[in-house]
């Protein structure tokens, strides 16, 4: 009888032990249940704060982008519309001008080249396109004397080209040459006298 009881005092001894150490695992357990949940809070919160600061960060580079853009963006409006100004005033000028003047003009810049033209020897072949063939004649001799041949008829271009003997030269003489000079070295004096002129 005492070792049944002695038996039943050890086996709520050992029961006994057992819940202990049960509840002992049950709050270790929640106390780290506790931590990674603060932890996992903490990380939740860094995250977020994270993502807001590079959302931020984000916005505020568009932001700065598009005021950057902006005035960049109104500048390439306003030099495209000056440009096209530029161009339909240079086209339209061109287009209007009476043959006696666009003569006028080729002889006056192909002056540049006549001593060129004195201090050669043999023929320079002459050819024309988009003016008459008598100023073509007029600006030849206007540039070279005596011109041993007639000027040819040709196509593509508005003015003159001179060749000399055997291709050892060429020099063009033409409203696309004299447009490229105006647009690369002459721009802004026609637009300052274009702007002055609307003003």
Known sequence: MEDIRSSEVLEKEVLEDARKRAERILKNADRQIAGLEKEWKEKKESGLSLLNAEAASRKE??????????????????????????????????EKLQEEDLARILSERGKSFAAFFAGRTGRVEVSYSGIRPETARRICSSLLGKTDGEPAEAQGFQGLIF????????????????????REYHRKQIMDALWKERN
């Open 163 to 182: 060749t000399g003997p055997g291709g050892e030269y060429r020099y063009r003489l033409t409203v696309d040459e004299i447009l490229t000079e105006l």
């Open 61 to 94: 580079l568009q932001k700065r982008e598009t005021d950057a853009a902006f005035p960049l963006e109104t500048q390439r409006r306003k030099l495209k519309f000056l440009d096209g100004v530029f161009e339909n005033f240079l086209s339209g000028f061109f």
